[in-house]
């Protein structure tokens, strides 16, 4: 099954809006096995995008339109599709009195009745976050055309809960993805280790890079889901056995969903001191729903001062060795394990950048160190390769931090050579 | 002069990645006075790319191609372009040295060296962030086809730098927009009150939210920059003078780079006490290089004993009136200012959700306080209108924070009606 998806509006191409809907669209379809051969935008011009929708529907399977179904006079995609797929509009009730309701009021003005209009004999897309509804329907020629809202709080439940349900009616197969995420090994050395696993067809494994971690995706595709997993699961299994340690999870949220979970799973509290970070390391940790329970307090700690005043760094340390140092990095560690009285303590201080780097101590010098109270670890980030930039320095330290945290509470060795 | 995009990279129509090089060209050519019709994207498949090129270049004057410059045989953009174009590839020395001293090597491989290959007679857009040059030409038919790198770290810079100024030799206008940001006013109120000046055809007037923040582009096209400039000012200034304090400036980056600028300029520290929004305010803040000259300090206080500890916020207020309350909020921001001896502190506490609510106490109330040492200010943030997520209100309640420092240091009344 080929597809397309147009998505319309003239914000998409003055570059105001990112489309995003493209690609929450392209996932659901490849979760599908649907293959997606083009996706275009087009404005709000009704000659062009009638042009776009007749040459979608004469040469794919299935189009998907995204945006342009709201209830301003620019909103012209249901009008244009359906007359290019040759279907005309008819008011559907049910909608209307959904937007009756959603105004809260029994009169809605023409403008929002027009998002009730829909193509004749349609399967109508039950929008739960929104006014405009979405449908689905046959054109002439057997092409199916599904049209969603373009806000993507609207379109993405629409696709996961009414779109997605309709066309797996029409397809007899699933493909099924799992995320390998892996911690302290780059794509690069993975991708070799993995050379011949990567030759399969089905499942297939890609390795990915993203911001300092790497993950591998196992694809694979059959007729249910469960038989899909069942495919899956050698090689998952496979590439635990080679990477080992480096693993820190399947189809994981991120570092720090993990690592507060598993605090809470050992009625653990961590605590943070952060220098170059600027807090970002506790953010990322309060991001996560219920961190509470397992983290009371973190320092900022910029200025040596506050360095000594807060997390007790001996000023002779900062002295001899400097803000930037193995010795500060693992006092201040230290020190708010005793300041907070937590379990755990993360001290981070380096150099993000882009400015305030030396020949002795480059940008992208960073030293993150955990302590537990009775012993502390300390490891030293160099910056190689391409230059990067500040806020990648900082989110590849809070990373780092992140996943010595996850080491101690696996029971793993907490620094790799 | 109408222009049209095509991206290429099959990752796109998989929905792995979002395709951004779309926004970036499409803010550009809108810039350039420059109207793009479509954008579209297609997969490594020479068949599909040739029909998509020869349709672009047969109706638009001007063809924007991103990705599939690179090395390996899935980059198929500038054989496949060239050839639809009716142009042979051909090696460009300067473009092969660059590649060899990148990998700073004499010998670079075959597949390395296909970047260096580009249409005859080209114009070659040199590549300052990776190897594959990007190169601009005109096809049989007279359209101008512009080919970049797919990577965004490369297209960026490649674009502003050598694309731009390639079109500007063929366009004879410019457009000029200016960002009016704005703090405390909502989208909606403020286009109703500049409902009289949106109705400008040159420069025009539109509105935009973002995050809990609101901005309105003033938009001028003419035959210089200067001349554009010229037409927004009256504009500006009128917005000015309807929205007074409530504009923070004008094409500013964002509100903590112009309290950190304004705190550098003004020679003042602030220091940060956070609670639910768990450093990231402090974050925010030190995401600015420099920032280490006025931020010494931050605490992040979620447990009640840490507020006590570090903060000295009395235990019989968090007692009295619990953690969340206008109270505390106070005591944080008057403690941190006693604990770090800067010249300003914030106190943020608050119920970023999704738990954690009651009915006195909803998700999304949250206290913000500013202290001088002297006296001390709170804000009160109530969840209105639809619900908004965790990231949503301690993104807010952070901007809420950053904008009574600016108003503290514009000597404008802290606080609001």
Redesign the interface.
């Known amino acids: 099954m080929n597809a397309e998806i147009i998505s319309v509006g003239t914000e ?9 809907d ?9 979760a599908l096995g649907i293959n ?8 709000d ?1 009704a000659e ?1 995008l009638k042009t ?1 929708v007749e040459t979608a529907i004469t040469r794919s399977d299935l189009l998907i339109m995204t945006g342009g179904l709201g209830p301003t006079a620019d909103d012209l995609t249901k009008e244009t599709t359906a007359a290019a797929a040759g279907r005309k509009l008819k008011l559907h009730e049910d909608s209307l009195r959904r937007i009756q309701t959603y105004f809260n009021e029994k009169h809605v003005s023409e403008n929002q009745e027009k998002q009730a209009w829909l193509p004749e004999g349609c399967t109508v897309l039950q929008n739960d976050n929104g006014t405009a509804p979405g449908c689905a329907f046959q054109a002439e020629n057997g092409c199916t055309v599904i049209m969603l809202p373009g806000p993507p709080s609207e379109l993405a439940p629409m696709l996961e809960n009414y779109a997605v349900p309709y066309l797996k009616k029409s397809v007899n197969s699933v493909i099924v993805s799992h995320n390998v995420h892996i911690y302290g090994r780059g794509e690069a050395p993975v991708a070799q280790m993995m050379d011949d696993l990567m030759d399969g067809e089905n499942p297939t494994l890609a390795p ?1 890079a993203k911001e300092g971690e790497c993950y591998l995706r196992v694809t694979a595709k059959a007729a249910d889901e469960q038989q899909a997993d069942e495919m899956c699961a050698p090689v998952i299994e496979e590439i635990r056995n080679r990477l080992g340690e480096f693993v820190y999870g399947i189809d994981v949220e991120s570092l720090e969903a993990l690592v507060v979970k598993e605090l809470l799973q050992q009625g653990k509290k961590l605590a ?1 001191a ?1 220098s170059c ?7 990322r ?3 996560i ?4 329970a397992v ?9 040596n ?2 360095k000594e ?2 997390l007790y760094v001996p000023h002779e340390i900062l002295e001899a060795h400097g803000a930037v140092s193995e010795e500060t990095a693992r006092a201040m560690a230290e020190g708010i394990v005793r ?3 937590s379990d755990l303590g993360i001290g981070i201080t380096g150099i993000a ?4 780097g030396t020949e002795q101590k480059p940008v992208g010098l960073i030293y993150i160190a955990l302590s537990d109270g009775s012993q502390t670890w300390v490891v030293k980030r160099s910056p190689i390769g391409r230059t990067k930039n ?2 990648w320095h900082r989110h590849c330290a809070a990373s780092q931090a992140l996943d010595m945290v996850r080491r101690y509470l696996e029971g793993l060795p907490v620094t790799v050579e």
Chains 1, 2 share one sequence.
């Open positions: 998409l191409l003055l570059g105001q809006v990112v489309n995003t493209t690609a929450i669209v392209a996932r659901a379809l490849s997606l051969l083009y996706s275009a935008v087009v404005g011009n062009r776009a990915y943070t952060e970070t600027g807090g970002l390391l506790a953010k940790i309060t991001d729903s219920g961190s509470s983290f009371d307090m973190g320092c900022v700690t910029y200025a001062e506050a005043a807060l300041r907070s009285g950048g882009p400015d305030g500040r806020e």
